[in-house]
């Protein structure tokens, strides 16, 4: 699978194909799905944005049995343009087991460099059989006070109003756990206000033509909806988790030991 939109420059997208090329070829894995992460894929860029390649790999199946296992973390050098790395699909899982939302959003990103949807789609199903909720909820609200304690510029704000809206998803959705990726679709799939939902599109087009956002104040109304969501999302830290860790390790097992026979790794 490969879905890459046309306002991506080409010059810098064969650069990645490169590398990731050149990943399967040195380390002797397969990568099984790669996508595009950061402001790109989280529907906010800037027109000095640089690309964040993100994929997980597999080895070999003997390397998993190894007494003395490799790094689970696949990295290239980083410039001014490029930030390329992975994670080991032992490494996934064990992230999603506990919650990690990062890993869930690789595999839901709208720009796909190269995957196997069959792969992604197993993973997927993996996820949504034992993600709890309240992981999934106290990692967005932690991530959001996380930024909050930072400098406040309006590129800080955007990355406080994406996991805020991922939220509100979670709130509009009680039967869902794995919001989308990107922030105009978390508004547009929310009961989000006409006003939030027009500031935040007046924001990002901001954020399109304008190379550096630094220092400001949100719009109010963006303001008072975060302030809202995360007030109202502050039950995720006692909510009480849903399936007993026995039961998740064991199909985090069953389904790691079935991908990694379909991946045919040698």
């Keep these: 699978m490969r ?42 860029p800037s027109p000095d944005s640089d690309y964040d390649c993100r994929f997980i790999y597999i080895r070999p199946a003997e390397q998993y049995l190894s007494l003395w296992p490799q790094r689970d973390v696949l990295e ?17 899982v064990r992230l999603i087991v506990k919650g990690n939302a990062v890993a869930i959003e690789w595999l839901r990103s709208p720009i796909v460099y190269s995957g196997d949807i069959t792969f992604r789609d197993d993973l997927l199903a993996f996820a949504s ?17 996380q930024q909050q304690t930072g400098s ?7 990355y406080v109003l994406r996991t805020t809206a991922a939220l509100r998803w979670l709130f509009d959705h009680p039967g869902a756990v794995l ?29 399109a033509v304008t190379r550096e956002m630094g220092s400001g104040s949100a719009p109010p ?35 790691f030991r079935v991908a990694i026979a379909k991946s045919g790794v040698r």
């Design 129 to 145: 059989a034992v993600v709890d909720r309240a992981h999934i909820g106290r990692h967005y609200l932690h991530v959001a006070r």
């Design 152 to 158: 406040p510029t309006l590129k800080r704000f955007f």
């Design 76 to 92: 290239t050098p980083l410039d001014s343009v490029l930030d390329v790395n992975g994670w080991d699909l032992a490494k996934t």
């Design 221 to 255: 109304v963006l303001q008072a909806f975060v302030d809202t969501e995360l007030k109202r999302a502050e039950h995720f830290d006692s909510d009480t988790l849903m399936r007993p860790a026995a039961e998740v390790q064991a199909l985090a097992d069953t389904y």
């Design 3 to 44: 879905a890459v939109p046309g306002d991506l420059d080409a010059s810098v997208v064969a650069r990645i194909d490169e590398r990731l090329a050149a990943v399967e070829q040195e380390a002797g894995v397969r990568i099984g799905w790669a996508i595009e992460s950061g402001s790109r894929a989280w529907g906010f």
């Design 179 to 207: 919001p989308p990726m990107d922030l105009p679709t978390l508004l547009a799939e929310s009961e989000a206000s006409v006003d939030v939902r027009a500031a935040a599109a007046e924001l990002i087009a901001v954020k």
